[in-house]
């Protein structure tokens, strides 16, 4: 059903009703139990107690080693997506994955998964983080990676505060030499940039291929105010001018924005990035003043 876009409140709710009045799970396998878990969250239907059941079992569990990467990206994205918290659960996992040897059996997918709902549960682990970064980096090259996953990483990454300068070096690197931008959602362009400048993680080549894109398009009609508002905070931020960027990006807000129906904060993040923004471009002209005058 949830696989198939359907939605039946009643039957998932005799489902649950069903697995919670068992004295055990112990005769579901880790596939059956992600599924479930997983079917609830996408379906949207909300069962605090079924999940908090599942969580117990898995806790009580001596190990994961049955448990195959995929089924525990599933698990942990299943909860986040539920809005679920169960930090006992999540401590099992990462205590699980930082023992493990090697993380070859760790496809893209699940990677990004796991890092990105570790951070959106609040979960942080630099531990786990590491382990997974430094696992990421020996790879050959990032080319199975989709534009999403390479996102929501480098985002988990500087919205969790874990400083891992390598990998946003190899993600940066990837991006300038493959020319992956033209496959890149608005939102994973200006999430990316957002990444980098949060870290504190100078990439004026990625910069520079993020201006190139954005400028060569017709119009940024994809690009919400959210969007807009991370890529002039990211520039002016890391202090990388590129006015022609700017007034681009300004206009369009200007010309598309309806501020009036903005909340307060929105308003604020927004007049903040203009700040940012302006001070730089302030900042450049005065210094090619200076230079003028000084011939």
Known sequence: FSKAGESNPRLFKKAADHIIALNTLGEFNPQELANIVWSFSKAG????????????HIVALNTL???????ISNIVWAYVKAGESNPWLFQKVADHIIALH???GFHPQAL??????FTKADEWNPRLFHKMADHIITLDNLVN??????????WAFAKAEVSHPRL????????????????????EISSTVWSYATAQEAQPHLFEKVADRILSLDNLDSFSLQDCSNILWAFATADIIHLQL????????MTHIDFETLDAKARLNLLGAFEKAQGLK???????EESSTAK
Do not use: M, Y
């Open 45 to 56: 239907e909300s069962n605090p107690r079924l999940f908090k059941q599942v969580a117990d």
């Open 65 to 71: 080693e049955r448990f195959k990467p995929q089924e």
């Open 102 to 104: 090697t993380l070859q």
């Open 112 to 117: 990004a998964n796991i890092i990105w709902a």
């Open 145 to 154: 990676f989709k534009p999403q996953e390479l996102s929501n990483i480098i």
């Open 168 to 187: 946003f070096n190899k993600v940066a690197d990837h991006i300038v030499a493959n020319g992956k931008l033209g496959d890149f959602k608005s939102q």
């Open 246 to 253: 700017f007034e681009t990006v300004a206009a369009h807000v």
């Open 282 to 288: 302030e900042r450049s002209q005065e210094s090619a």
